[in-house]
């Protein structure tokens, strides 16, 4: 058996426009829910939801039936949780909180085995179909997806530097860490925050690295998307279901008559 080609990995590469969703409600069932959507690439949150290492794998096995490809967004920048989440299966790794082109080179170490890096060698592990992917040792580097968040000021000043450490795949802005950086909490799409992240980005953009971001307005993700990013996730599985809840229930309290 040989180590699958990471779809998402070669389109973003290939500069192809990938839309994703964001999963955070940390259970099989709902991330088999919003997998069978269709979207090119799916976030299974570990970083702001309540999943562990386990849930974290329910998820990607659910996931696993359908063409999306699951990133794990690891909850810090650490290599004994990033090994554990390559181990059980994930295609990629968004690192969150970068600040630094030697924080981003220790994120890529954590991804590649000696003596590359410094992820420690397991055998039968559901990443390599338990020992059955006989390619695995040598294609996993290349197939193993390796995205960078950025959320200061300060990251977005050295976004180039950052984006030049060999395994750095692309560079995600993390609007809502950057806006509460500008004192701006709880307002990630004000016109200030994004003056601050495009400059940077289409520099990024003119570099040829692929650049992607979180936001919940589609009509401004399609923007994004115009203007030059690769890869945007376009909403979250809480936020779908808390909105269609809402609206569901104003409807019904709209239409029922007081008795």
Same mark, same amino acid.
């Given at each position: &058996?040989?180590?699958?080609?990471?779809?998402?990995?070669?389109?973003?590469?290939?500069?192809?426009?990938?839309?994703?969703?964001?999963v =955070?409600?940390?259970?099989?069932?709902?991330?088999?829910?919003?997998?069978?959507? $269709?979207?090119?690439?799916?976030?299974?949150?570990?970083?702001?939801?309540?999943?562990?290492?386990? @849930?974290?794998?329910?998820?990607? %096995?659910?996931?696993? =039936?359908?063409?999306?490809?699951?990133?794990?967004? @690891?909850?810090?920048?650490?290599?004994?949780?990033?090994?554990?989440?390559?181990d059980? #299966?994930?295609?990629?790794?968004?690192?969150?909180?970068? %600040? =630094?082109?030697?924080?981003?080179?220790?994120a890529?170490?954590?991804?590649?085995?000696?003596?590359? #890096?410094?992820? $420690?060698?397991?055998?039968?592990?559901?990443?390599?179909?338990?020992?059955? &992917?006989?390619d695995?040792?040598?294609?996993?580097?290349?197939?193993?997806?390796?995205?960078? %968040? /950025?959320?200061? %000021?300060?990251?977005?000043?050295?976004?180039?530097?950052?984006?030049?450490?060999?395994?750095?795949?692309?560079?995600?802005?993390?609007?809502?860490?950057?806006?509460?950086?500008?004192?701006?909490?709880?307002?990630?799409?004000?016109?200030?925050?994004?003056?601050?992240?495009?400059?940077?980005?289409?520099?990024?953009?003119? /570099? $040829?690295?692929?650049?992607?971001?979180?936001?919940?307005?589609?009509?401004?993700?399609?923007?994004?998307?115009?203007?030059?990013?690769?890869?945007?996730?376009? #909403?979250?599985?809480?936020?779908?279901?808390?909105?269609a809840?809402?609206?569901?229930?104003?409807?019904?309290?709209?239409?029922?008559?007081?008795?």
């Amino acid at each position: &058996m040989k180590t699958p080609p990471n779809a998402f990995l070669a389109a973003i590469g290939a500069g192809r426009k990938q839309i994703g969703l964001w999963v =955070s409600l940390a259970h099989h069932y709902a991330a088999e829910v919003v997998a069978g959507a $269709g979207y090119d690439w799916l976030v299974v949150d570990m970083e702001h939801a309540p999943g562990d290492v386990l @849930t974290t794998l329910g998820q990607l %096995q659910a996931i696993a =039936s359908y063409p999306s490809t699951a990133i794990v967004r @690891t909850p810090w920048n650490d290599p004994v949780m990033v090994k554990r989440l390559l181990d059980i #299966g994930a295609r990629g790794i968004l690192f969150p909180m970068v %600040q =630094s082109a030697e924080e981003a080179a220790q994120a890529v170490a954590a991804t590649r085995y000696p003596p590359h #890096g410094v992820r $420690g060698v397991a055998g039968a592990i559901r990443g390599n179909r338990f020992g059955r &992917m006989t390619d695995y040792y040598a294609r996993v580097d290349t197939e193993t997806c390796v995205l960078i %968040q /950025l959320e200061t %000021q300060s990251a977005i000043d050295q976004a180039a530097h950052i984006a030049s450490v060999n395994g750095v795949d692309g560079i995600f802005f993390g609007p809502a860490d950057i806006a509460a950086d500008m004192g701006l909490i709880g307002q990630p799409m004000h016109a200030d925050v994004w003056a601050r992240i495009m400059p940077a980005a289409r520099k990024l953009m003119d /570099l $040829g690295v692929p650049v992607g971001t979180l936001v919940t307005d589609p009509g401004f993700a399609a923007k994004l998307f115009n203007d030059g990013f690769t890869f945007v996730a376009c #909403g979250t599985d809480t936020g779908l279901l808390a909105k269609a809840a809402d609206t569901l229930l104003a409807q019904m309290r709209q239409t029922t008559k007081e008795t």
